[in-house]
């Protein structure tokens, strides 16, 4: 959190996310050293073992996962109700950018793919922004980037993240078990109820979202998405939403350092190895990883200035307080940063095959490295000709 506390406007706490995104450029980096080494099989072999049903992955990305979405949740909900999205006026700016963010990339994945048969699955890998990864780049430049600058970052990946969950929900799922699906709802129904009748202790949510976990791990539906809905019926307490009385509150100060620091690095850890031995300029130049690559560079940068340039100058928003265009540009191509969301989706994109996943990881990697050096050095160039005390006035 910054200075431990959250913004009195409502926003997110950034300093956990920032030092989260540190740990996971660590983790990647030891994930691709771990991947070239000789014993890299026996780690995936580890990977791929059996554990009560399911693999160590499949619990690392369906269950783990899950965690992660969960707290996704209570930072949408927080953030639209009482938070920095809480009006259509904070909305305009951040949500205007996040659409065009989405769709820009999405339509440089298909232009490059086009006719490629099951690689268009693939068409949403760099629509999302890793919020973790963006604002641990950023923060290495310290208070030389205007707060305003972080919090419009922030909105624009949680709605990034909404529009993801959106899509993982529409497209990527398998063949539906209505009974599964109809017990999942009824449960959900009961989520629901609990949250009607005022029921504050957080026990019988918790219980229920297992539950519901389960019936959606076995209905079709991508079982993530269970950690969505069971965040939407934790109480809010609109009141007094900063309170740590209120059940948002403490579930999600009680999730936020775990998921910071322990689930998102160990889906990285998990997903992002990737042996240079098979790598060649050839194969960085298949239409998969060259479209997730451009899609997260250019499409990113392109979607989110572009679109927020237009409502600016159409009055509809204002420029982040203290942020010049040359800010807003910079995190626009900081939004290329990836990572976590967009290796997600390619694993739900293609299950089947492991090249196209391998593909999708060089691209991701490739993608939100060019995209995290390029957005520091424009952040940094234009805090630079700014005077400090301005910032933060």
């Known amino acids: 959190m910054l200075n431990g506390k959250w913004f009195r406007d409502g926003s997110l706490p950034l300093e956990t996310e920032a030092a989260g995104g540190l740990i996971l450029m660590l983790v990647t980096a030891l994930a691709l050293a771990f991947a070239n080494l000789p014993a890299a099989q026996f780690f995936s072999d580890l990977l791929h073992s059996d554990v009560l049903g399911l693999s160590i992955l499949h619990w690392v990305n369906d269950g783990l996962m899950a965690v992660f979405f969960l707290l996704m949740g209570l930072d949408i909900k927080r953030e639209l109700l009482v938070g920095q999205l809480a009006t259509w006026q904070r909305r305009a700016l951040p949500g205007i950018a996040a659409v065009g963010g989405m769709i820009m990339p999405a339509a440089i994945f298909v232009a490059i793919n086009w006719g490629q048969g099951v690689n268009l699955r693939g068409w949403a890998i760099p629509s999302a922004t890793d919020i973790a990864f963006a604002l641990a780049v950023i923060s290495l430049l310290g208070r030389r980037v205007p707060i305003g600058l972080k919090v419009f970052l922030t909105a624009v990946a949680i709605l990034d993240d909404l529009g993801a969950v959106l899509i993982i929900a529409l497209f990527y799922t398998s063949e539906l078990s209505l009974w599964n699906l109809g017990m999942a709802v009824s449960t959900f129904t009961a989520l629901v109820a609990l949250n009607r009748t005022g ?124 942020a010049s265009w040359l800010h807003l540009y910079g995190v626009a191509v900081l939004c290329g940063i990836g990572f976590t969301m967009s290796l997600f989706i390619g694993f739900l994109a293609y299950p089947e095959s492991e090249t196209l996943q391998t593909e999708t990881k060089v691209g991701v990697l490739l993608g939100s490295l060019f995209s995290g050096a390029v957005g520091w050095a424009v952040v940094r160039f234009a805090s630079a000709k700014m005077p400090s005390k301005a910032l933060h006035s």
């Not at 998102?264 to 060649?280: D, I, Q, R, Y």
């Not at 998969?288 to 560079?297: C, D, I, K």
């Not at 989110?304 to 928003?317: D, E, Q, R, S």
């Open 199 to 322: 029921v504050k202790y957080l026990a019988p949510y918790l219980i229920l979202g297992a539950v519901l976990w389960s019936f959606v791990l076995n209905s079709g539906v991508h079982a993530t998405v269970a950690g969505i809905a069971v965040a939407l019926t934790i109480p809010m307490g609109i009141s007094s939403s900063d309170s740590p009385s209120t059940p948002l509150f403490r579930l999600h100060h009680a999730l936020g350092p775990w998921v910071a620091y322990l689930v998102v690095p160990m889906f990285g850890f998990a997903n992002a190895g990737v042996s240079f031995s098979e790598l060649s300029l050839s194969s960085v130049l298949n239409p998969v990883p060259l479209g997730s690559a451009l899609g997260l560079f250019l499409g990113k940068q392109v979607g989110i200035f572009t679109f927020a340039w237009l409502a600016i100058k159409a009055g509809v928003a204002e420029l982040p307080r203290h």
